[in-house]
């Protein structure tokens, strides 16, 4: 296999934010990570391989990642040294919808549908 070596992310207790940068590393590495995992002995890493064998993980992975890049966004909206309490409301409900529309299939308006 070639491929560019990455150096692997792992995300900070204290910058939680971090933790979609170290899964979207997994989620392009997947192939050779569970190629590495399966080829080691060690009990630690049959267990991740059965975890990564598991078509459900990547799945959850992938919905974090994509969810955790909207949850980042809106938490940069509260980083701003000014309020913008209008686009942060906006951007709220966007987030909300979003979330809701991709969990439940809405027939009918979500709550904050304008």
């Known amino acids: 296999m070639d491929f560019k070596p990455y150096k692997m992310l792992s995300f900070g207790q204290t ?6 940068d170290a899964i979207k590393r997994i989620l ?3 192939e050779c990570l569970l190629k590495y995992f399966d080829q080691s002995k060690t ?17 959850y992975l992938s919905f ?3 969810y955790l890049a909207k949850v980042n966004q809106l938490n940069l909206k509260f980083q ?3 309020c ?3 686009s942060i409301n906006s951007a709220i409900k966007e987030f ?5 529309r ?5 027939e009918k308006r979500l709550p904050f549908d304008e």
Do not use: G
Request: charged content about 30%.
């Open 28 to 30: 392009v590495r997947w």
């Open 15 to 20: 910058r939680w934010c971090s933790i979609e």
């Open 64 to 66: 974090l990642s994509l």
């Open 80 to 82: 701003k040294n000014l």
């Open 43 to 59: 009990e630690d890493s049959q267990e991740i391989t059965n975890e990564m064998k598991n078509p459900e993980t990547k799945v």
């Open 102 to 106: 991709l969990l439940y299939k809405a």
């Open 84 to 86: 913008e309490i209008n």
């Open 96 to 100: 909300y919808n979003s979330l809701m």
